[in-house]
T-cell receptor, first 113, second 118 residues
Framework: KQEVTQIPAALSVPEGENLVLNCSFT??????LQWFRQDPGKGLTSLLLIQSSQREQTSGRLNASLDKSSGRSTLYIAASQPGDSATYLC????????????FGKGTRLHILP | DAGVIQSPRHEVTEMGQEVTLRCKPISGHDYLFWYRQTMMRGLELLIYFNNNVPIDDSGMPEDRFSAKMPNASFSTLKIQPSEPRDSAVYFC????????????????FGEGSWLTVV
């Protein structure tokens, strides 16, 4: 069974610090991996998508990496701000013939002012 | 584009009643997904459609759940009869078919329908 795991479930970090969120998956034959942000009471917003042929993607203060061989992805947030407080979820899609997207349970991030 | 639109945003209903959740995907998107989110189980895929055709409903919990997509711009998820354990946030999401541009592979979520069954 494909699984996506995110540890820790919750994280508190002082404002200004750089931080890394972790995501691990059991199936190395992935098509792509995506990071999402979810604010309380809201839907999910896509942050970064990494195709299996890529190793990383960057957008502003965010950088996502992908290591298929170890089954890991990380989301790096530089110079964290209180507005970054949210739940961050990673999701994998197994293959281009498989449309299912499997989500981790997320890491709830709190940036301390 | 207005994004994926879901209704109702919030619903409180009594056990045994029928619940209908509605979704309007982004125009031009070929795929539509229904997810359920709970604290215990996270986000679970219930069913998805491609070009209005149900492709995989293996995530639908039981026969009380049904989903339809009568046209490219509308889908419903129905629970009949509803039970307290159905209380969750139900998300609809859509995306285009795979494209070379990465943005074509992004999935877009609605704001969710918060269901409470008492």
């Amino acid at each position: 069974k494909q699984e996506v795991t995110q540890i820790p479930a919750a994280l508190s970090v002082p404002e200004g610090e750089n931080l890394v969120l972790n995501c691990s998956f059991t199936d190395s034959a992935i098509y792509n991996l995506q990071w999402f942000r979810q604010d309380p009471g809201k839907g999910l917003t896509s942050l970064l998508l990494i195709q299996s042929s890529q190793r990383e993607q960057t957008s502003g203060r965010l950088n996502a990496s992908l290591d298929k061989s170890s089954g890991r992805s990380t989301l790096y947030i530089a110079a964290s701000q209180p507005g970054d407080s949210a739940t961050y979820l990673c999701a994998m899609r197994r293959g281009n013939r498989d449309d299912k997207i499997i989500f981790g349970k997320g890491t709830r991030l709190h940036i301390l002012p | 584009d207005a994004g994926v639109i879901q209704s109702p945003r919030h619903e409180v209903t009594e056990m045994g009643q029928e619940v209908t959740l509605r979704c309007k995907p982004i125009s031009g998107h070929d795929y539509l997904f229904w997810y359920r989110q709970t604290m215990m189980r996270g986000l679970e895929l219930l069913i998805y459609f491609n070009n209005n055709v149900p492709i995989d409903d293996s995530g639908m919990p039981e026969d009380r759940f049904s989903a339809k997509m009568p046209n490219a711009s509308f889908s419903t998820l129905k629970i009949q009869p509803s039970e307290p354990r159905d209380s969750a946030v139900y998300f609809c999401a859509s995306r285009t078919r795979d494209r070379l541009l990465l943005s074509g592979n992004t999935i877009y979520f609605g704001e969710g329908s918060w269901l409470t069954v008492v």
